[in-house]
C-alpha cells in the first residue's frame, strides 16, 4: 500500500501546491513512485504548476462515472521520472454534496494506487471535505507563513481536524456522534468531556483517534525578519488541541518561486541552486526520516499492521 501524505494550510495561497510540486518532484528523484492528487475542490491548480492546461481527465471524471478508475487519471508530468498527477476538479457542484460513499470510494481506490508516495493538496479553508480529504492520510503536513494570519488560520484548520476526527471515530448513528455534530468547541478537551457524558465508555475510542495525530509543519516564505512564533503556535495547540507539531523545515522567500511558476516548473527543477532549491532538499529528506520513524513506531506499536 502507498504511503499517503496530506498537506493543509488553513489560509489560502500561502504555498501549499508550489511545496507539493517541489516535495513530489525531490521524492521522485530519490528513486520513489510518487503521485501527486489534487484535492483543492473549487480551486484545482496543481497541474498548471506543471504546464498542464486542459487535463485530458481529472477527478471530475472519477466522481461522476463509478466505472472510471483512479489510477487511470494519473498524468506523467515529468518524465522519465516516476512523478504522475492526478488533476483535481473544478465542478463545485459535483462536490459540494460529496456522499460518504463517494469519499470512501476515493480512499479505496487511493490505497490500491500502483505508486509508493501520494501527495495529497487538499487546499485552503475548513470545510468538512476539507477536512475529511485531509485525515484520509497517514502523515500530515501543515504548510505557513510568517504572517500572524497564517499561524491563526493553521491553528484553527489543525484543532477543527482534530475535532472531525474523534467525531469520525463514532458511526454516525452512535449516541456519541449526535452530541459532538453541529456544535462548536473551543478546544478538544471539551470535546473530550461532551464524548464522556454521552457515554463514557467512548472517551477511549476518541483518545485513541487522536492518538499520533501529530501534522508536521512546513514554514514558508521566510524571511532573515520573519520572527514567527512557532514556540506559541505549538503551545496553543498543546493546550487546547492536545497534539504537538513539529517543524519539518523552512523554505525561503525566494523570487526564484515565482519564476519557477511562471515557466510552469517546480523551483527544484528550474533553478536548483536556488535557496528555495536547496531549502527543498533539506525538507525532503526531513520527511523521508519523519516517515521511516513513525512507520516504525507505528509497526512496533500495531505488530499485526506491517506494512508488506
Ligand atoms: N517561497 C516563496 N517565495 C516567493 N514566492 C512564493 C513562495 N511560496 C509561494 N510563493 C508565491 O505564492 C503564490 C501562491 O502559491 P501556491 O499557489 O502554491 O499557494 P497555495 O497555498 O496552494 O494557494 P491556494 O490556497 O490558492 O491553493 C505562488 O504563485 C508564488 O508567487
Ligand atoms: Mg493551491
Given at each position: 500500500m502507498?504511503?499517503?501524505?496530506?498537506?493543509?494550510?488553513?489560509?489560502?495561497?500561502?504555498?501549499k501546491s508550489m511545496v507539493v510540486s517541489n516535495l513530489g518532484l525531490q521524492l521522485a528523484r530519490k528513486g520513489l513512485r510518487v503521485t501527486l492528487v489534487d484535492m483543492d475542490i473549487g480551486g484545482a491548480n496543481l497541474h498548471i504548476l506543471f504546464g498542464m492546461f486542459h487535463p485530458p481527465s481529472s477527478l471530475t471524471d472519477f466522481f461522476t462515472d463509478r466505472s472510471v478508475n483512479l489510477e487511470d487519471l494519473a498524468h506523467l508530468v515529468a518524465s522519465p521520472l516516476p512523478l504522475r498527477l492526478i488533476p483535481g476538479t473544478g465542478?463545485?457542484?459535483?462536490t459540494a454534496n460529496l456522499q460518504h460513499a463517494?469519499?470512501?470510494r476515493l480512499i479505496r481506490h487511493l490505497q490500491k494506487l500502483d505508486t509508493d508516495v501520494i501527495l495529497v493538496d487538499v487546499g485552503a479553508g475548513t470545510s468538512y471535505h476539507t477536512l475529511d480529504f485531509f485525515l484520509l492520510a497517514d502523515h500530515f503536513l501543515a504548510v505557513a507563513t510568517p504572517d500572524p494570519t497564517s499561524v491563526?488560520?493553521?491553528?484553527?484548520f489543525i484543532k477543527l481536524a482534530s475535532i472531525r476526527k474523534v467525531l469520525t471515530a463514532f458511526l454516525a448513528r452512535d449516541p456519541v456522534a449526535a452530541a459532538l455534530l453541529?456544535?462548536?468547541?473551543?478546544?478538544?478537551?471539551?470535546?473530550?468531556?461532551?464524548?464522556g457524558n454521552a457515554n463514557e465508555s467512548g472517551v477511549e475510542l476518541a483518545q485513541q483517534a487522536l492518538h499520533g495525530f501529530h501534522p508536521a509543519l512546513i514554514l514558508n516564505r521566510m524571511t532573515p525578519k520573519s520572527r514567527i512564533n512557532t514556540l506559541h503556535l505549538r503551545n496553543l495547540l498543546k493546550q487546547y488541541v492536545g497534539t504537538d507539531l513539529s517543524v519539518l523545515g523552512n523554505i525561503p522567500?525566494?523570487?526564484?518561486?515565482?519564476?519557477?511558476?511562471l515557466k510552469y516548473l517546480p523551483v527544484v527543477e528550474l533553478a536548483p541552486k536556488s535557496p528555495a532549491a536547496m531549502a527543498f532538499a533539506?525538507?525532503?529528506?526531513?520527511l523521508i526520516e519523519l516517515v521511516r520513524q513513525r512507520e516504525e513506531l507505528a509497526e512496533a506499536l500495531?505488530?499485526?499492521?506491517?506494512?508488506?
Open positions: 502507498p504511503t499517503i501524505i496530506s498537506i493543509a494550510s488553513g489560509k489560502g495561497g500561502v504555498g465542478e463545485t457542484l459535483i463517494k469519499k470512501k491563526l488560520d493553521l491553528y484553527r453541529n456544535r462548536d468547541f473551543h478546544s478538544v478537551t471539551e470535546v473530550l468531556e461532551a464524548v522567500e525566494d523570487s526564484h518561486v515565482q519564476q519557477s511558476i533539506q525538507v525532503t529528506e526531513n500495531e505488530p499485526r499492521k506491517l506494512r508488506a
